[in-house]
């Protein structure tokens, strides 16, 4: 594929900020304890998107302070499409000043549109804002994974991710990757059609090139979607670029674009929480990862930061623990099946979000059967469609050896990640 230099929209503003990384000039689970401490934050941008759902970023910056704003502008087709919270910041670092809003256009590839935006936070969502990252959390250092030792964590990323119908949400992250959390704000983007004939020339700064690279916008969207007159079959696409681009095609083949409601879901949050119980009272939990479908994700080593978890979550999609047990260090991996998931939720809280809940992870004495189950109130409700992985090896460095898998090839994962 030809990947031309090419400009995303409009405005002189793209003729005085090049393509530079630098800032640029333009016209909830915290304490009060915590958030008292006021500890100066310093945040990078981040931008994403789903990962079946491929986004071309021609324009992002997110503003700070009274005329300043850190993002990119001028590139050519920046690519987020790795997951909701999975990317790279962007290298420019802003110190103790809250994201105040965020200018952003792009394409969304699998809908076939263009999304322009310039959000301006209310006053209550940039306390919000300002709140979490000045807060800390429980973390821990695992320079010597033998010696896991306690540290104050702090949120360094300020994560913007890109919806289908023009959603934009925020997150923020921990560059250590030991916890995520959602910042429940929502913005809108508006469809734009203001894309003008520089754009198919593969111009940049308003200079058409002689060469037309796309007729229209229906040829550019079938270019980047592999469809039309540019369509492959599945297995020359993976040989040409890689497997992920065959899931992200296949998948637009036979779904077509995505229902934007497909998120609604993963951002409801119940009041539960995530215990793990062994059976043989003499094995100890090690460490526990919890990640959740909106994103969100906490690690703990209950010995070491044992506070570092998320109350009022979203539905769980993956746990990820290690407990000690009879002279080995066991692991294991559960993926859990999208469907039975928000079907048992749902369920189990029915239209009382509010009301106490635990998710259970029984192990058994023998270390190679679990059950797992979610109870709310005098209700309990089993899951049966988990993907489960257990191994264990004799010393951290070890290889593992497999004890128990219920499934083969790769694991199941949730279609909105």
Not at 78 to 83: A, I, K
Not at 248 to 254: F, K, L, Q, S, V
Request: with cysteine; net charge negative; glycine share 6%.
């Amino acid at each position: 594929m030809n990947w031309p230099k090419r400009i995303g929209r409009l405005l002189l503003l793209f003729l005085i900020m090049g393509g530079s990384c630098d800032s640029k000039p333009i016209s909830t689970d915290y304490t009060k304890e915590q958030m008292d401490k006021n500890t100066p934050c310093s945040w990078s941008p981040c931008l994403s998107s789903p990962f079946y759902f491929t986004t071309a970023v021609e324009w992002f910056y997110v503003r700070y302070g009274k005329n300043s704003a850190a993002g990119l502008s001028g590139i050519d087709n920046f690519l987020f499409n790795n997951g909701m919270t999975i990317s790279s910041p962007i290298e420019c670092t802003v110190n103790n000043l809250t994201p105040s809003g965020v200018d952003i256009i792009w394409a969304s590839w699998m809908e076939r549109k263009w999304y322009a935006a310039a959000i301006d936070f209310t006053n209550e969502e940039k306390e919000k804002i300002k709140n979490a990252l000045n807060s800390t959390f429980a973390s821990y250092d695992d320079e010597d994974i033998s010696d896991i030792k306690p540290k104050e964590g702090q949120y360094d990323i300020f994560h913007v991710c890109c919806f289908p119908g023009g959603k934009l949400r925020y997150f923020l992250e921990s560059s250590d990757y030991n916890r995520i959390i959602s910042l429940d704000i929502t913005s809108q983007a508006a469809e734009t059609h203001k894309l003008d004939e520089s754009y198919l020339h593969g111009g940049r700064c308003m200079i058409k090139r002689e060469e037309k690279y796309w007729e229209n916008m229906d040829d550019y969207f079938d270019e980047m979607t592999l469809d039309g007159k540019y369509k492959k079959e599945l297995d020359d696409i993976e040989e040409e670029y890689d497997e992920e681009t065959r899931e992200r095609i296949e998948y637009y083949r036979e779904h077509g674009a995505p229902d934007p409601a497909l998120w609604d879901p993963y951002f409801v949050r119940y009041n539960y929480n995530v215990s793990i119980v062994m059976e043989d009272s003499a094995s100890q939990l090690r460490k526990e990862s919890c990640f959740f479908t909106n994103a969100e994700l906490y690690e703990r080593y209950p010995t070491v930061n044992p506070g570092n978890i998320i109350t009022r979550p979203s539905a769980l999609k993956k746990l990820v623990f290690e407990w000690n047990s009879k002279g080995f260090i066991y692991s294991c991996y559960i993926y859990f099946n999208e469907e039975e998931t928000f079907r048992l939720f749902q369920e189990a809280f029915g239209n009382n979000p509010d009301a106490k809940g635990e998710l259970k992870v029984f192990v058994s004495k023998y270390n190679n059967y679990l059950e797992l189950s979610l109870t709310v109130g005098e209700k309990t409700y089993a899951f049966e469609k988990m993907q489960i992985d257990i191994g264990r090896r004799e010393r951290y460095y070890d290889e593992t050896d497999r004890v128990y898998e219920n499934y083969e090839g790769e694991h199941q994962d949730f279609v909105g990640r």
